[in-house]
T-cell receptor, first 114, second 113 residues
Framework: NAGVTQTPKFRILKIGQSMTLQCTQD?????MYWYRQDPGMGLKLIYY???????DKGEVPNGYNVSRSTTEDFPLRLELAAPSQTSVYFC?????????????FGPGTRLTVT | QQQVKQSPQSLIVQKGGISIINCAYE??????FPWYQQFPGKGPALLIA?????SEKKEGRFTISFNKSAKQFSLHIMDSQPGDSATYFC????????????FGSGTRLLVRP
């Protein structure tokens, strides 16, 4: 199992550009999450999904959009990138309906907006 | 009410010493308290977790102590090793259908040889 994979690893965007961060998991987990990690601030939840076709906002959703058309994939879309979106983005998945709350994290995407 | 406050921000410990990281929360609806470990350039990984019906959980050199009345929990790393040098995050989750985690701000631990 590859677990949770994220692409790209690094990206530099200009202000106003758009991009999609990809996240795929091969563990058949229903629950998936997107976090951003800023220095000294911990991880903040952007969006989450409890299954294909179902998404909901987290703590910091502004400037982002998500979709969940399959169990495996949970892409995060940035529209009109701003310097405040410079961060490291982590995708995670879990399967609490199987009795485990553990969230499995991907390796992250480091995004710089200039 | 949604915050989890973590201290210290950074910690330096000699090899063989005890590392202690503390977290406090306000929301009494939280019912799951994990600790995650993150190495540079990697995603966080679950280290150990506890539920509020027990006061302590030990896994190897790692122990969570939980004080429900004080709304505090802490991670103790016994016999700290240089390989334990990482950033540690506490987190909390409410018993709702989202299983969302609220993370603390992290503690950067350096264990000196």
């Amino acid at each position: 199992n590859a677990g949770v994979t994220q692409t790209p690893k690094f990206r530099i965007l200009k202000i106003g550009q758009s991009m999609t961060l990809q996240c795929t998991q091969d563990m058949n987990h229903n629950y998936m999450y997107w976090y951003r990690q800023d220095p000294g601030m911990g991880l903040k939840l952007i969006y989450y999904s409890v299954g294909a076709g179902i998404t909901d906002k987290g703590e910091v959703p502004n400037g982002y959009n998500v979709s969940r058309s399959t169990t495996e994939d949970f892409p995060l879309r940035l529209e009109l990138a701003a310097p405040s979106q410079t961060s490291v983005y982590f995708c995670a998945s879990s399967s609490p309906e199987q009795g485990s709350h553990e969230q499995y994290f991907g390796p992250g995407t480091r995004l710089t907006v200039t | 009410q949604q915050q989890v406050k973590q201290s210290p921000q950074s910690l330096i410990v000699q090899k063989g010493g005890i590392s202690i990281i503390n977290c406090a929360y306000e929301n009494t609806a939280f019912d799951y308290f994990p600790w995650y470990q993150q190495f540079p350039g990697k995603g966080p990984a679950l280290l150990i977790a506890i539920r509020p019906d027990v006061s302590e959980k030990k896994e190897g050199r790692f122990t969570i102590s939980f004080n429900k009345s004080a709304k505090q929990f802490s991670l103790h790393i016994m016999d700290s090793q240089p390989g334990d040098s990482a950033t540690y995050f506490c987190a909390a989750s409410k018993g709702d259908s989202s299983y969302k985690l609220i993370f603390g701000s992290g503690t950067r631990l350096l264990v000196r040889p």
